[in-house]
């Protein structure tokens, strides 16, 4: 495995972010994809990336303060992981835990007792891999909308 760090985001890191977000979410506009990364940047979370030895980003993961309800939670707000992704060449090597490593000490340190999240039902992958981190499933839903 090679070397990962774990850092924040900066505003410089816009264009390689939205690119590896457009690979997460390949349905998401573009111009979507830039008005989120804003909102974030302004936000109270956090996001993380995950860079190779030679400074490249291989991986993000996008942390808001939710204060509505978040389902399974005992506390508010909570951080709750938006969007978590690795490249797919440097999956199974410990990148996305070491990205969820840096989430939860920033969480714990900022008074946080809990960390949510989310998977699409299809994403079984990333069922798996949060399972994995010690995750657990606390409900599953279909969402629907209607134009009024």
Known sequence: MSL??????KAIDRDK??????ALWPDCPM???RIEIE??????????????ETGGLVGFAEVSIRRDHVEGVTSSPVPYLEGWYV???KRGGGVGRTLIAAVEEWARSSGFRELASDAELENTSSQCAHKSLGFREVGRGVHYVRAL
């Open 4 to 9: 990962i760090s774990v850092r924040l985001a």
């Open 87 to 89: 490249e797919p060449q």
């Open 31 to 33: 111009e979507k994809q």
């Open 17 to 22: 972010w939205a690119a590896m977000r457009i």
């Open 39 to 52: 909102q974030l940047l302004a936000g109270d979370g956090v996001v993380f990336f995950a860079e190779n």
